[in-house]
């Protein structure tokens, strides 16, 4: 009954800067925490950043201090702001979302994935 849209993905020069988005639609009661996950080739799924319902967040070390992950609550979206982009950023990113559906039940989604190509 959930859905996540995943945008903001391209191709984009060392140094540079995307922001991509995550927006959630449906039977949505409240969000436990979101997350941004990313896969490079011949590589594993591995957690990038995540936000907690009391806003805490947390990085992968690689990213510290280049990427910034924020939500809107009242849109349902989450944001990751990449800047100074590395090709080892190379990847596709994926959101993942921890929910509880109308019945206050924990739900987990993904979203469908958006390619993040840094390369000159």
């Known amino acids: 009954q959930v859905q996540l849209v995943e945008s903001g993905g391209g191709l984009v020069q060392p140094g540079g800067s995307l922001r991509l988005s995550c927006a959630a639609s449906?039977?949505?009661?409240?969000?436990?925490?979101m997350y941004w996950y990313r896969q490079a080739p011949g590589k594993q799924r591995d957690v990038v950043a995540y936000?907690?319902?009391?806003?805490?967040?947390n990085y992968v070390d690689s990213v510290k201090g280049r990427f910034t992950i924020s939500r809107d609550n009242a849109k349902n979206t989450v944001y990751l702001q990449m800047n100074s982009l590395k090709p080892e950023d190379t990847a596709v990113y994926y959101c993942?979302?921890?929910?509880?559906?109308?019945?206050?039940?924990?739900?987990?989604?993904w979203g469908q994935g958006t390619q993040v190509t840094v390369s000159s």
């Open positions: 449906g039977s949505i009661f409240s969000i436990v925490s």
């Open positions: 993942y979302f921890i929910v509880r559906d109308g019945s206050g039940s924990p739900r987990h989604y």
């Open positions: 936000i907690t319902t009391s806003g805490s967040t």
